[in-house]
């Protein structure tokens, strides 16, 4: 079993700042990808950033410069820092983890449930 439980969301103002955090537990032999993903009402879920093997990232045209993902493999955890946040910014953001679990060697995807980021005007 694995677990994604993300954390840091809330409410800010346009300008404003915010980390999110991701932490992946369980039965885990190696964690290829973390991801941050999200979802703004009557809209296709989208990708913002990922970081694969713990090194590589790659940012959704819409945040590069202003987001960052950094990942801290020792603690199978995830963050991304929203600065300069937008009221465009506003969507529900999920983390997903791309998972080779202790039981096989298949990867899985599994997502966390979700934290809402609301930025005002």
């Known amino acids: 079993q694995v677990h994604v439980v993300e954390s840091g969301g809330g409410l800010v103002q346009a300008g404003g700042s915010l980390r999110l955090s991701c932490v992946v537990s369980g039965s885990i032999y190696s964690i290829k990808k973390m991801g941050w993903y999200r979802q703004a009402p009557g809209k296709q879920r989208e990708l913002v950033a990922q970081?694969?093997?713990?090194?590589?990232?790659n940012y959704a045209d819409s945040v590069q410069g202003r987001f960052t993902i950094a990942s801290d493999t020792g603690s199978n955890t995830v963050y991304l820092y929203m600065n300069s946040l937008k009221p465009e910014d506003t969507a529900v953001y999920y983390c997903?983890?791309?998972?080779?679990?202790?039981?096989?060697?298949?990867?899985?995807?599994?997502w966390g449930q979700g934290t809402q980021v609301t930025v005002s005007s």
């Open positions: 970081v694969t093997d713990g090194v590589t990232t």
């Open positions: 997903k983890a791309v998972v080779i679990p202790s039981t096989g060697w298949t990867p899985v995807d599994y």
